[in-house]
Each structure stands twice: as C-alpha cells, then as structure tokens.
C-alpha cells in the first residue's frame, strides 16, 4: 500500500491493548525493516563471526529468532519465507526452512554449528524451499570456519495419496511412482539430484559429506485414525524429540487438504514456545500450545478481499484470519503472541498498527505483529 506511514515493526511488541507509538526517528519507507542494532549491529554480528566468537553470554538463554515471517510461494520484496530460529543455551533448532533462511540465519548472527535440529510443520513449497540450502551450502566451512556439524531433521513421512483438485476437474501428478513423498525421500532426492557438484567438492574442497552429517526422520503419527481423508483427527500431544534442552512435541493441525501437517511446542529450563504451523481453527493448537510463554501463530487477512469468494472459502477453510487469531492466545492461555507466516490479499507491505489491532481482538497480552530478524524473549 503506497502512501501508508510504514514504520519498522515494532521489536517492543504492544503491551494492554494501547497501540504503541512509532519508534523515534521513524522515516517514511516503503518497506524495508531495519536491522536489530542497525549498520552498527550488522557490522558487530559480522565481526563476531569472522572472529568465531564464542555465544554472547549477555543474550538471553531462550531467545526466539523470527528469520523470516512472509507467507507463501510468491517471492515477495518485503519479507523473506516463513522460518524461525529458537536458540536455547547456545544451541539453535530451526522450524521451517522458507525462503532465504538460510542467508537469514546467518544474517542473524546465528552459527552454524550451533545448529542442532530442523523441525518442518509440512511439505508446502514456502515451508522447505530453503531446507536442502541448509544441508548443501552449510556443509563447506565458510569465512567464519563455520559449517554445520550433525543435524537431526524432523518432518512428514509420506502423505499416502492426494485429495481431489479444488473445485473439481484434472490436475496432473508429478513422480507417478512416489507422488507424496516425505522428509526422508525429499532429502535423499536433493542429494542426488546435486550429486555432480557434491562430488566435486568433496574431492577438491573440506565439504563434509552431507549423508553424515544428517539423520533423517519421518515423524510417526500416532494411532488416531488420521490419514490424507482424515487430517487432524482429535488426539493428544506427541513428543517427536528430547535432548537436554528442549522437549518437543507435536499435534496435527488442519491445513486444507496437507497431511501431515504438524504444530510443535518446545519445552525448556526457561520457558515455552509454540509454533502453530499453517493451520485453520480448531481445538489442537490450543492444547497443545496451553499456558505456553510464546505462541508463534500464522496469520492471513482477507478483509477487502473482493476475488472469487470460493477461493477466500478455501483460504479460510486452510489458515487462520488475523482478526481471531486472539481468540486462539487467549484459548491457549499464552503469555504473549507473534505473528508469523503474514498474508494480507489487500496489502503490501501490511499496515502493521492496523494488524496489531486485529490481532489484539479477544487476547489482552502482549502481540507482536512479526518482522524478518525480529528477536524476541520469553
Ligand atoms: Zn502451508
């Protein structure tokens, strides 16, 4: 939207329903998020990089790292693709892997071989295009001597089949012989598809052979009678995964026709924070995300929407309205909310005050309308 006062996210948050002002020195932009600490902040993370610096012991030892916050496919010019960084103690697990994030991660100041885990909600295009980045292009030591280690990456198995096209008619099907693969299938199939340029470099550079620095998992659903006709039966949390520092478990959640599709809740020493995935309304997130310290909540505006209204049906019926994403805090009784994965049909770059507005709707605690880099604490 042109000629809006577009400030910078607010990196505050909103606190008991007063809408925050603009930060001093706001200027008229047209988009473009400043960086946490700005040039000065970018050249010290940069330095700390080159100098393999040891953790900041100053930075909070749960700290959520919104990497990127733009929902869907489209390469859009204000955010980057949906992904999310959480750094427990030093040690970093990601959740998704959209666009760029890899180049987020490490704009964030993130080490790589602090990277423990990659956790992916589901298979949509947005979620993992830059999940294979992680493993092909993180393999070699960069100018920081910083390459990633062993990962564990947990994700959907196969879906087992596909749901007829929306709104009837014929789709075509891509790889007839495993047309829904998972996690795993995915994975070895960028291996082998980059197979030239990993060989080469593994013999005339230091990459490390990415089939051992990754352990793959599909993520076994539980017994609950789910299935691609069946997505997100009722059921309780499961936990996927359990180190030293974070508990993780899952609940399947409604997106459309997706399956799986997965919300995940990190437990640590120092608090909660869970993440809803793509996911319409409905009684999982809430349980799973109950008296959590930080819900990280997808969010879509459709009002001014004037298209087809069987398509704002379908969107509705797969993702949540930033109007009554509140009432999904409040149900979940969660000490503070952030907005991720934004789709607005009526604006871009998004009104912000405006979405806080809408977002604050039902929940009297803290929200963060989410920006790229955005550095939040429990
Ligand atoms: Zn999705």
Request: positive net charge.
């Amino acid at each position: 939207m042109r000629g809006l006062w577009f400030y910078p996210v607010d990196r505050r948050g909103g606190e008991g329903g007063v809408l925050p002002p603009p930060p001093a020195g706001c200027r008229r932009r047209r988009g473009r998020l400043r960086r946490p600490g700005g040039r000065d902040g970018l050249l010290r993370r940069r330095a700390d990089r080159r100098s393999g610096a040891a953790p900041d012991q100053s930075r909070p030892p749960l700290e959520l790292v919104l990497l990127g916050t733009f929902s869907g496919p489209p390469v859009d010019p204000y955010r980057k693709g949906t992904a999310s960084a959480l750094v427990v103690d030093g040690s970093t697990y990601v959740v998704d892997c959209g666009r760029s994030s890899v180049t987020q991660y490490v704009e964030a100041g993130l080490r790589l071989d602090s990277l423990r885990s990659i956790f992916i909600t589901h298979l949509h295009s947005d979620h993992v295009a830059d999940y294979y980045n992680f493993i092909m292009l993180s393999a070699l030591p960069n100018l920081s001597g910083d390459a990633i280690k062993t990962i564990d990456v947990y994700g959907p198995g196969r879906a087992g089949g596909l749901s007829p096209k929306f709104g009837g008619g014929q789709a075509g099907t891509v790889n007839t012989t495993n047309p829904t693969p998972g996690i795993t299938d995915l994975t070895n199939s960028c291996t082998d598809a980059f197979a030239y340029s990993t060989n080469v470099f593994l013999r005339d550079t230091g990459m490390r052979d990415p089939r051992r620095i990754t352990t793959i998992h599909d993520i076994v659903v539980p017994e609950v009678g789910a299935s691609y006709q069946n997505t997100a039966p009722d059921m309780a949390p499961f936990v996927v995964m359990q180190d030293d520092k974070v508990k993780v478990t899952a609940i399947l959640v409604p997106h459309g026709p997706v399956f799986p599709a997965f919300a995940y809740r990190f437990d640590t020493a120092y608090g909660s924070v869970t993440f809803s995935g793509d996911t319409t309304y409905s009684t999982a997130v809430p349980r799973l995300a109950a008296n959590t310290d930080i819900l990280v909540h997808e969010a879509e505006n459709l009002e001014g929407y004037q298209g087809p209204p069987a398509l704002a049906d379908h969107l509705r019926k797969s993702h949540t309205e930033v109007q009554r994403v509140g009432e999904i805090a409040h149900a979940a009784n969660a000490g503070q909310l952030v907005l991720t994965h934004i789709a607005d049909l009526t604006h871009n770059p998004i009104p912000v005050p405006q979405w806080w507005r809408w977002a604050q709707q039902g929940y009297g605690r803290r929200v963060t309308v989410g920006g790229d880099l955005q550095r939040i604490t429990v």
